[in-house]
């Protein structure tokens, strides 16, 4: 072996001037990463990381796919606790961990999230959830040597047993449900049900107690599906008792009783969504955001120094004055902080504003680079906030009044995006043409890919393998796949496509057209227009609840934002 901790011949592959060989040697790198030796294994994961840089786009594009095949994984990457019965001590929620022998090597976990706690317990991760609030929005992170991955965590305490009622009556006696899923089953408060779905409730608890909490049913949108303790993710809820702490080799906590957790429908979103409503807000809308319970959006005013705070149920507006012009606006992802970037015409006032949801005051303004733009939360819940006029990413760590690190990007970067599957960022830089890619675990611009003239939004699926770009001067857009790079388009939309984003589910995406007020709606996977939408007057921004039931478009000269109806 070599002082790299690699085999000679494999370093001499990968510093070959021949294309295939390198590629060769990437396959042999992929191989040493997954294998039993830690430290061989880690000197192949540095190696990787390096040559996806490299000058040949498909050297660049294996390698990447080779750091993705021997990255810990956490499957299903969502717990979704749905609505949970208030009162509800606590509930868990198993998921597998994968990956080679070294993503277990000293693995850590960090969660955020009110009254969720997790420990690894061997290959599985065990998350809990003691219910404080009325909606949980979190995340559970697992570190190691092998990089990092995380479970988005859901879940809301409200008495819904109308609408599981209706589920269970709309299953009629042919015993099959609407499509949906079960996080944690239970028979809602008695009452007089036909035979069919008696039964299917009866049936399906049956399964989930037979194997305490190792057993779990899934309704997908295929197929039911069963899976067992040794194949995970199991869900359960249990009694209040305080868990044990446990260590990466212990033993797993006793099981216990069942609760009553009723069921959560999936939302699946429409190829020809509707507008249901508009609602005023201030002057000039521009960025727009849901927070993480779907109840609230935040509007950037840009003329009127206001964010608009917008109840969705109620559609009551009230407004938080900023000391300057509001342009785009992110949420923290536990929804208690807000992030507002704010600049004048003359680019002076440049900075952030951050505000607490709790009681809408402005905790803190920080200073920032010239031009902040569409500013963004990533995975593990630092603030990127792209600077316009200075060709780069500052990225703050929360609490922060300086940045945490800076990228360096080409001219000038218009938004930023996040694929946590494969620990990358995405930054749309309007005057290069260009999509950039950064490597969110050391903060490192990896490579920069053309894309359709003047790209000023930038989306990533929810799977985190597809890229989407709006090209503003083009009256295009353009579908890129994360791994490879490989470009679907240019797609022909509306005249300046300003803004994109995917639906919850991935199956469709939206681009906002600011020159004939509308949204296009594409398949997300092909790119083909399924629908448009007219909306107002200049459409800016638009942004997706979480649910994936709805989405909202800010209409910069109607001073409306349009309420789209995007899932059902």
């Avoid at 218009?414 to 290069?432: D, G, I, K, P, W």
Wanted: net charge neutral; no cysteine; aromatic share 4%.
């Amino acid at each position: 072996m070599s002082e790299h901790g690699l085999p000679p011949q494999v370093l001499t592959e990968i510093d070959s001037p021949v294309r295939e060989t390198r590629l060769t040697g990437v396959e042999e790198l992929a191989r040493l990463a997954y294998g039993a030796d830690l430290a061989t294994a880690a000197a192949a994961r540095a190696v990787l990381t390096r040559l996806t840089g490299d000058d040949s786009r498909s050297v660049a594009a294996a390698a990447a796919a080779a750091l993705e095949r021997t990255s810990l994984r956490l499957e299903p990457d969502r717990v979704d606790f749905g609505q949970v019965a208030s009162g509800t001590p606590r509930l868990l929620a198993d998921v597998l961990v994968t990956g080679p022998p070294l993503a277990f090597a000293s693995a850590s976990v960090a969660v955020s999230g009110p009254g969720l706690r997790a420990v690894l317990i061997g290959r599985r991760l065990r998350i809990e959830w003691q219910p404080r609030t009325s909606w949980l929005d979190g995340a559970v992170t697992v570190r190691g040597h092998a990089g990092w991955a995380e479970v988005r965590v859901t879940g809301q305490v409200e008495a819904a047993t109308t609408e599981v009622e209706a589920l269970l009556e709309s299953a009629g006696d042919s015993g099959y449900l609407p499509e949906g899923r079960v996080t944690v089953l239970s028979p809602p408060p008695p009452r007089r049900r036909r035979r069919g779905a008696t039964a299917l409730v009866a049936g399906l608890t049956a399964l989930f107690v037979l194997g305490g909490v190792g057993v779990a049913v899934a309704l997908t949108r295929d197929r039911p599906v069963l899976r067992s303790e040794a194949a995970l993710p199991s869900v359960a809820a249990t009694a209040p008792a305080e868990p044990t702490p446990a260590s990466t080799t212990g033993a797993a906590p006793a099981p216990a009783a069942v609760a009553r957790v009723p069921l959560a429908a999936r939302v699946v979103s429409v190829a020809k969504p509707a507008v249901t409503g508009t609602i005023r807000v201030g002057d000039e809308p521009e960025g727009v955001a849901v927070a993480p319970d779907g109840r609230t959006i935040y509007v950037a005013n840009q003329n009127s120094r206001v964010l608009s705070v917008v109840d969705t149920r109620t559609r009551r507006v009230s407004s938080i004055w900023l000391r300057n012009t509001p342009r785009f606006v992110t949420i923290s992802r536990d929804g208690e902080l807000v992030y507002v970037s704010m600049y004048e015409k003359d680019k002076s006032g440049s900075g952030m504003a951050v505000v607490r949801a709790a009681d809408r005051k402005v905790v803190r303004y920080v200073a920032t680079g010239q031009q902040p733009y569409a500013l963004a939360v990533g995975p593990d819940g630092r603030v990127w906030v792209p600077i316009h006029s200075q060709r780069k990413v500052e990225v703050y760590a929360p609490g922060q009044k300086s940045p945490d690190a800076q990228v360096t990007v080409p001219p000038n970067p218009h938004a930023v995006a996040f694929s946590a599957q494969l620990h990358r960022a995405f930054t749309a830089n309007h005057e290069s043409n260009a999509l950039s890619i950064i490597d969110t675990q050391n903060d490192r611009l990896l490579a920069s890919v053309p894309v359709s003239k003047s790209p000023h939004s930038v989306a990533v699926a929810p799977d985190g393998r597809t890229v989407l770009v709006a090209g503003y001067e083009a009256d295009t857009a353009d579908l890129i796949d994360a791994v490879t790079m490989r470009r679907i388009g240019p797609l022909r939309v509306g005249d300046m496509p300003q803004s994109v984003a995917f639906a919850a589910d991935g199956a469709h995406a939206y681009v906002v057209n600011e020159g004939d007020d509308t949204v296009s709606v594409l398949d997300g996977r092909t790119g083909k227009v399924t629908a448009t939408v007219a909306v107002g007057g200049s459409p800016r921004t638009i942004a997706v609840a979480p649910d994936g039931r709805w989405a909202y478009v800010s209409n910069g000269d109607d001073d409306t934002v349009s309420v789209l109806r995007v899932g059902e």
